[in-house]
């Protein structure tokens, strides 16, 4: 499984991107799908998830209201729409594969997703 993600850059305050992960491998619908970001000097954290049914999404605090995960399993690619974004959102960004198919709930512990994407940079001007 490899996941490849893409759409990081340079924004201003209070603008929007789309980040993009696509994975490869057939099972990609039966797994949860999870977004974490890592700024500097600071410890990675769970931004948002999706379940494997795109039924469920649930987010950290901090983006609840701003940020969207979704996936289309045809095209075994989750995204994270970030609209009104702030200069703490700068971070480089992960989408990350929950390592236990079909499990019902998303995890936001790192240490339950076996399969990470290389990352992405997201950074947020004032």
């Known amino acids: 499984v490899q996941l490849q993600a893409s759409g990081g850059g340079l924004v201003q305050a209070g603008g929007s991107l789309r980040l993009s992960c696509a994975a490869s491998?057939?099972?990609?619908?039966?797994?949860?799908m999870g977004w974490f970001r890592q700024a500097p000097g600071k410890e990675r954290e769970f931004v948002g998830g999706?379940?494997?049914?795109?039924?469920?999404?649930y987010y950290t605090d901090s983006v609840k209201g701003r940020f969207t995960v979704s996936r289309d399993n045809v095209k075994n690619t989750v995204y994270l729409q970030m609209n009104s974004l702030k200069v703490e959102d700068t971070a480089v960004y992960y989408c990350?594969?929950?390592?236990?198919?079909?499990?019902?709930?998303?995890?936001?512990?790192?240490?339950?997703?076996?399969?990470w994407g290389q990352g992405t940079l997201v950074t947020v001007s004032a």
């Open positions: 990350a594969r929950d390592s236990r198919a079909w499990y019902p709930t998303i995890s936001t512990s790192p240490t339950e997703y076996d399969y």
């Open positions: 491998g057939r099972t990609f619908s039966a797994y949860a």
């Open positions: 999706i379940g494997w049914s795109a039924g469920s999404t």
